[in-house]
């Protein structure tokens, strides 16, 4: 993509000239350019469904995707989506008039779901569960009827390990947000292409651009989510030994089965010693990463 002229994308109008600024742009893009090739999300010809929520996580997405389509290294059709689910106070011209001005093509769907959470939810829990299965099946149906392979969703690197530590603690599990997976159903992708990149860096980006921020609190303050407690551990860990998030989103990329305690994963039971004798006094090497050194 070009900085200077008419060739310009427009949602790099305004930008910043700032040297920090153009370093901040060029990692957002390497980090998501890095998570595309590295999970295997490119499709020649494909379409993808981008999701919209207002944020400042969806606009880095959006204009990352198309600063990548631009330089010509994403070579898919790209449709940005909003689903109203009809919060209370949602500013429901704010995306259609931004995604008009920017020349994106976009679809803008209405379903008020939720109504149907604060109906269906018991007073006092939190209305994430179901409000987050609402909305996914309603982007997997427009998926389906625009004709696209696949949903794009910008959920970043500390949503990832916000993820992992809310079902260690609470779910009894390791488990998080995969940057690649195929819905239950078999017939479309999830892709996360910003799982690399640092919330920090959004926030920062977004904001240098203007771009119109919808508050995420429409559905209530909801105190007590699991993942605002989650969250406030993270900032404090960072505080106190910066770069700590990055290193444990490392630990999730490097995972030993060996050292971990789920026979699913690795044969424990048939792990077997390798003592040399009268038959076999020089036994077969283990493979290198049979079993991971011991620390």
């Given at each position: 993509?070009?900085?200077?002229?008419?060739d310009?994308?427009?949602?790099?109008?305004?930008a910043?000239?700032?040297?920090?600024?153009?370093k901040?742009?060029?990692?957002?893009?390497?980090?998501?350019?890095?998570?595309?090739e590295?999970?295997?999300?490119?499709?020649?010809?494909?379409?993808w469904?981008?999701?919209?929520?207002?944020?400042k996580?969806s606009y880095?997405?959006?204009?990352v995707?198309?600063?990548?389509?631009?330089?010509g290294l994403?070579?898919?059709?790209?449709?940005a989506c909003?689903?109203?689910?009809?919060?209370?106070?949602?500013?429901?011209?704010?995306?259609?008039?931004?995604?008009?001005?920017?020349g994106v093509?976009?679809?803008?769907?209405?379903?008020?779901?939720y109504?149907?959470?604060?109906?269906?939810?018991p007073?006092?829990?939190?209305?994430c569960a179901?409000?987050?299965r609402?909305?996914?099946?309603?982007l997997?149906?427009i998926?389906?009827?625009?004709?696209?392979?696949?949903?794009?969703?910008?959920?970043h690197?500390?949503?990832?390990l916000e993820?992992?530590?809310m079902?260690?603690?609470?779910?009894?599990?390791?488990a998080?947000?995969p940057?690649?997976?195929?819905?239950?159903?078999?017939?479309?992708?999830v892709?996360?292409?910003?799982?690399?990149?640092?919330?920090?860096d959004?926030?920062?980006?977004?904001?240098?651009?203007?771009?119109?921020?919808?508050?995420?609190?429409l559905?209530g303050?909801q105190?007590g989510l699991?993942?605002?407690?989650?969250?406030?551990i993270?900032d404090?860990?960072e505080?106190n030994a910066?770069?700590?998030?990055?290193?444990?989103?490392?630990?999730l990329?490097?995972?030993?089965?060996?050292?971990?305690?789920?026979?699913?994963?690795?044969d424990?039971?048939?792990?077997?010693l390798?003592?040399?004798?009268?038959?076999n006094p020089?036994p077969?090497?283990?493979?290198?990463?049979?079993?991971?050194?011991?620390r």
């Amino acid at each position: 993509m070009h900085d200077d002229g008419d060739d310009i994308h427009p949602l790099f109008h305004g930008a910043p000239k700032s040297t920090e600024f153009k370093k901040l742009r060029k990692r957002i893009v390497q980090n998501t350019r890095e998570a595309i090739e590295h999970y295997g999300m490119v499709q020649p010809g494909a379409r993808w469904l981008v999701c919209l929520s207002g944020g400042k996580d969806s606009y880095t997405l959006l204009a990352v995707l198309h600063e990548l389509k631009w330089r010509g290294l994403l070579p898919v059709d790209i449709l940005a989506c909003n689903l109203d689910q009809g919060q209370p106070g949602f500013p429901a011209t704010v995306l259609p008039e931004f995604l008009e001005k920017m020349g994106v093509p976009h679809r803008i769907e209405y379903q008020d779901t939720y109504s149907i959470v604060v109906d269906k939810v018991p007073q006092g829990r939190t209305f994430c569960a179901l409000c987050s299965r609402l909305r996914r099946g309603n982007l997997y149906r427009i998926a389906r009827e625009e004709g696209c392979c696949a949903v794009v969703l910008g959920h970043h690197r500390d949503d990832i390990l916000e993820t992992f530590f809310m079902n260690l603690f609470h779910g009894g599990r390791l488990a998080t947000m995969p940057p690649k997976l195929v819905n239950e159903e078999g017939d479309l992708f999830v892709y996360r292409p910003l799982a690399h990149v640092a919330e920090a860096d959004c926030e920062r980006f977004a904001r240098a651009l203007n771009y119109p921020i919808i508050p995420c609190d429409l559905c209530g303050s909801q105190d007590g989510l699991q993942r605002v407690q989650v969250k406030a551990i993270l900032d404090q860990w960072e505080k106190n030994a910066p770069g700590r998030r990055q290193v444990m989103f490392k630990a999730l990329t490097n995972i030993r089965p060996s050292h971990m305690l789920d026979p699913g994963l690795f044969d424990f039971r048939g792990l077997d010693l390798n003592i040399p004798d009268a038959e076999n006094p020089q036994p077969e090497k283990r493979q290198k990463n049979d079993i991971p050194v011991l620390r």
